[in-house]
């Protein structure tokens, strides 16, 4: 009679969503006592309910917080809302972004002279042997 029970609401669980978690966990306690059930299919499918909630349940994120602090941007975004004052780099700004520029432009010329210097090596080494 037990397992009779047990087997409706397991059918009944495959053709209904349950709403309430109070239920959910009612149904998960019944799949972990019809984990050992006697036909293969019934056991299967009840393992790999199971196995889904035990994954619903460590892959929740709820202590996790994304939220992003005000004062990290504070400083970018609030001379552009005061709109009486430009936003002027320091010169601290200024000479790291002049050495980031120079370094910048010394890559692109080796990648843009690199492979002409090389194509031009091997002509004039072709044409003196």
């Known amino acids: ?28 306690l019944l799949l972990f006592s019809i984990r050992g059930h006697p036909t293969s299919e019934v056991s ?20 996790l917080s994304y939220a992003v602090k005000k004062e990290d941007y504070l400083k970018y975004f609030r001379r552009a809302a005061d709109r009486n004052r430009l936003y002027v780099p320091s010169e601290e700004e200024k000479a790291a972004d002049q050495a980031e520029a120079t370094k910048a432009a010394a890559v692109a010329l080796g990648v843009v002279l690199g492979p002409v210097v090389l194509i031009g090596a091997l002509v004039a080494g072709s044409k003196i042997g």
């Open 1 to 28: 009679m037990v397992t009779q029970c047990l087997l409706m609401h397991f059918h009944a669980y495959m053709h209904a969503q349950p709403i309430c978690l109070q239920v959910l966990s009612v149904f998960n």
């Open 44 to 63: 299967r499918k009840a393992k790999q309910l199971v196995f889904g909630f035990q994954a619903m349940s460590f892959l929740k994120t709820e202590g």
